[in-house]
Every structure is written in structure tokens, then in C-alpha cells.
């Protein structure tokens, strides 16, 4: 039964015939869990605790910080240098004194997720690393938690929700990333108004899952572009080699989500954008550190234009030249577009390198970003 | 046979920042191939070394994925290339 109070709160709710008491009273048993208090965090915990969901819990480690309050609308200028979870809190109870919000100023990792995931009924991911999203996805299908995921990147959002037992989930769609490979909105900017539409989307999920109405996006990709303003859906299905869900999973715990590695982690070697191998080689000319650059083309192509520190060891010479490569210096192979480039580093790590790097897109990126002069000849 | 390809944030870098670019190609494997051509490196940033979807990818022709690369297009077919994104 729903109190007075209650009855006026969630009036409008109440009118709906999807709703009624009952659904009501549903929303005030649910438990849900939003990992990050951030751009797409605070506008789905707002309307989650508006809507009268009974459990908010909010997983945040940060601090208020004034870059973050462009978007992340459940701080304000007097919440700067805060936690994030405690001032989520006392915002949420303001907002609707009724139901219960529980602070996790922590880190979500392998060592915590289970414990923290597992008292809830629903997840939404609002987090900023991707490594998070893994495994916080890969928990919610251990634990058959519905999970309503939502990510975003300068203009534009995508979301979809995993239903345990009915339908795919979040690594079926994309079995693997690194974080360093997809920037975040730290690094690429982001329009301070979509994660509001993306956040907002993920409360309409949950309340819909909890309820039990409508369509969920289950097995379905929502993608928002909002310099087009234009909505996109894409369909996908459950992997049977997926590694959480398949057949034959190989990830059973939050240990093996961490284990089953990211392309950067897994291999150690690093993606470098043009910008970022520039500053390396200048610090490196500076400072004296170690690196050294090699150029895994074929001579003909070395020639016709190549970085001035570069040395050059083609690809095909490579494993019987390793050994002038010293063990201590950072290893950055660079050829034409990259792909050279990552064979080479994948050898140098089976060889026992372990600083390694290579330029991504190779001398095709720097030319077209760096230096348009630079000669860059055909394969 | 020219196709729209939407293009998604993280590889405008390739396209001068046009969110949607034209490529003919009666196959994706040929349309990724004509892809490179105008924009010199963005096969790589799609497809690994061993001519497969690179896993933090996702190729759409209209609303649905192809069974394969070579599976052909039609007329009028649309392709989404689609990043995992880790913004929030």
C-alpha cells in the first residue's frame, strides 16, 4: 500500500493505466545500482529517485571537480572539491526524501564488484573507462542482473540493455576494447547536454525493466547522433563464443573479466596517435630517455621519407636484428599505415620486449596530421 | 555500385570530421578497400591482420549485420561502421 504522501508524490505516475498503485509499489521495492556519478549518472539517478525507485545506490570514487559540472547536473558550484557518492546522496534525499540512497565512495574493481553489484536488482552503467564497463557487464551476467548501458563521445551516444537469459550482452557487441584505443570525454569533449539525453534514456530503461512494460533494448543498439539529431537502431545477437555469455564461457568471475585483458593490457603494447609519438620524441630528445624508433618498412620506402631519429629494420629482417635493440629503451615501430608496425611490436613481445608501442595509422597519419611534406611512399 | 557510409566519432579524424562519407563497393570487403583509398589508414583503425571486424568494432548494412565481408550489397544499402564508446 502506498502512503498519502506517496499517492500525491507519484500522482502523475498513478494516472498512467502501465502504472497504477502497483507499479508504484514495484518502483519502491527495486533496488538499482548506477556505477559512476557522472555526466550520464546524474541525470538517471535524478529521475530514478524522482520516479520513487525504493534502493538508489550510486558507486563513485571522484571529487567534484568544475570541469565536471557542465553536464553532470546533480552537483553544483558549492559541491566543488566534494565526493561524488556522499553529495549524489544528500541531492537525491532532498529530491525525494522516501526512498533510501546508498553512498559507495569507492572504486569499482574485481575485488569489490561482486559485493557491490549483488544486493541489486538492476545495474546502469554510467562509468568512463571502459575497462569498468566490461566489468561491470561481465558481473551482471554472473550475477543475471539486468544491466542498462549507455556511453558516449562528443556528439554522439548509443545504449542498450542485456536481460539475463534474453538476449545479448554488452561484450556480444563488442568482445573487446582498450581504453587508450576509444577516448573518453576527458580526452575528446563532449557536449554537455547528451549524456542528459543518453542518462535520461537509461532511467526510462530501468523503470520500464523494473516495471515490466514496453519493449526493452534488448538485443538492440540505440545510437544518437545529436549534430544530426537523427536516432539510429541496429540489431544484435547473443554470441555463442561470447566469453561471459556464450556456450563454453571462459570469464566466471570478476578476476577472469580483469584477466580476460584489454587489447592494450593483454599485448602491453601501446597505440600511439601522431600527436602523442611527437611528444614523445621530444621529451625523449630533452631528457635523454630512452626510446628508439623503428622504422619496419622496406629500405626503398625508408628512403623516400622518414622521421629523422627513426632507424630502419624491415619487417622481414626483424627477428634475427632484434638483438641490436636494447632491452631498456621504449621500442616505438612505425611502417606505413600500422600494420607492419603492430606485427613488429607483437614479435619484439613474444621476444621479451616489454616497452613497446607502435604509431597507429603510421607515416600515413603523422603526414596527414603532423607534416604534409613528409614523403610517405607506396608499399 | 556507392554507398553512404556513416562514420562514427572516433574515426572522423580520417574523413576531415564528415560524419558520413560515399564508397562503391559491391562487397564491405571492397567498399573498406575503396574506404582506405579516400582515407588513407582508416582500414586499419576497422579491420586487424587477419582481415577480421576488429573487436571494438561493429559493421552494420542498414539495421542488421552482413554474415560476412564478402556477402554482397545491394543498391541503396547504407553502412554504419559503429566504436564501442567509453565516455560518462
Redo the contacts between chains.
Keep these: 500500500m502506498l502512503s498519502e504522501d506517496e499517492r500525491a508524490r507519484y500522482s502523475r505516475h498513478l494516472l498512467l493505466p502501465e502504472f497504477g498503485e502497483a507499479g508504484q509499489e514495484k518502483l519502491r521495492a527495486a533496488r538499482v545500482l548506477v556505477v559512476?556519478a557522472?555526466?550520464?549518472?546524474s541525470p538517471a539517478a535524478l529521475y530514478l529517485a524522482a520516479a520513487g525507485v525504493g534502493t538508489l545506490g550510486l558507486v563513485d570514487h571522484d571529487r567534484v571537480d568544475i570541469s565536471n559540472l557542465q553536464r553532470q547536473v546533480l552537483f553544483d558550484t558549492a559541491s566543488l572539491g566534494a565526493g561524488k557518492a556522499e553529495t549524489a546522496r544528500a541531492r537525491l534525499r532532498a529530491l525525494n526524501p522516501l526512498i533510501d540512497v546508498q553512498a559507495h565512495s569507492v572504486e569499482l574493481r574485481a575485488s569489490n564488484a561482486q559485493s557491490l553489484i549483488e544486493p541489486y536488482d538492476l545495474v546502469i552503467?554510467?562509468?568512463?573507462?571502459?575497462a569498468t564497463?566490461y566489468l561491470v557487464n561481465d558481473l551482471c551476467v554472473l550475477l543475471k542482473k539486468p544491466l542498462v548501458s549507455?556511453?558516449?563521445?562528443?556528439?554522439?551516444?548509443?545504449a542498450m540493455s542485456y536481460l539475463p537469459g534474453r538476449g545479448p550482452c554488452y561484450r556480444c557487441?563488442?568482445?573487446?576494447?582498450?581504453?587508450g584505443?576509444?577516448?573518453?570525454?576527458a580526452e575528446?569533449g563532449?557536449l554537455g547536454v547528451l549524456?542528459g539525453i543518453l542518462g535520461s534514456l537509461q532511467a526510462t530503461e530501468a523503470l520500464k525493466i523494473v516495471l515490466g512494460i514496453g519493449t526493452p533494448l534488448a538485443g538492440r543498439?540505440l545510437?544518437f547522433?545529436a549534430?544530426?539529431m537523427s536516432w539510429?537502431?541496429?540489431?544484435?545477437t547473443r554470441r555463442a563464443d561470447c566469453a561471459v555469455c556464450g556456450d563454453a564461457p571462459s570469464i566466471r568471475s570478476a578476476n577472469d573479466s580483469v584477466a580476460a585483458g584489454l587489447?592494450n593490457s593483454s599485448s602491453g603494447i601501446e597505440r600511439l596517435e601522431p600527436q602523442q609519438l611527437q611528444a614523445l620524441l621530444a621529451s625523449a630528445q630533452s631528457a635523454a630517455a630512452a626510446v628508439t624508433l623503428v622504422d619496419v618498412r622496406a629500405p626503398r620506402e625508408y628512403s623516400a621519407g622518414h622521421l629523422r631519429v627513426a632507424i630502419n629494420i624491415p619487417l622481414p629482417d626483424l627477428s634475427r636484428r632484434l638483438v641490436e635493440l636494447p632491452l631498456d629503451s621504449q621500442l616505438i615501430f612505425i611502417c606505413r599505415?600500422?600494420?607492419r608496425s603492430?606485427?613488429a611490436a607483437t614479435q619484439a613481445a613474444g621476444a621479451g620486449y616489454r616497452s613497446l608501442a607502435h604509431l597507429?595509422?603510421?607515416m600515413?597519419?603523422w603526414a596527414?596530421?603532423l607534416d604534409p611534406s613528409m614523403v610517405v611512399a607506396p608499399a | 555500385m556507392k554507398h553512404v557510409v556513416?562514420i562514427?566519432?572516433?574515426l572522423r579524424?580520417y574523413t576531415q570530421d564528415a560524419?558520413q562519407v560515399q564508397a562503391s563497393g559491391d562487397t564491405l570487403v571492397e567498399l573498406l578497400a575503396a574506404l582506405d583509398r579516400a582515407h588513407?589508414?582508416m582500414r586499419?583503425?576497422i579491420i586487424d591482420?587477419q582481415d577480421r571486424i576488429r573487436?571494438?568494432?561493429?559493421i552494420?548494412v542498414n539495421?542488421?549485420?552482413m554474415p560476412t565481408l564478402a556477402t554482397p550489397l545491394a543498391a541503396g544499402d547504407e553502412v554504419?561502421l559503429?566504436?564501442?564508446?567509453?565516455?560518462?
Design positions: 559512476g557522472g555526466g550520464l549518472g552503467d554510467g562509468s568512463d573507462r571502459l564497463r549507455a556511453a558516449i563521445h562528443r556528439f554522439e551516444g548509443q557487441l563488442f568482445p573487446k576494447s582498450a581504453d584505443v576509444v577516448p573518453n570525454c575528446a563532449v549524456p543498439l545510437t547522433d549534430l544530426a539510429h537502431e541496429f540489431s544484435f587489447d599505415s600500422g600494420g603492430w606485427a597507429e595509422g603510421g600515413l597519419a596527414a596530421t | 556513416r562514427p566519432g572516433p579524424s560524419a588513407p589508414g586499419f583503425r591482420e573487436p571494438h568494432i561493429r552494420f539495421t542488421r549485420e554504419h559503429i566504436c564501442a564508446l567509453s565516455g560518462g
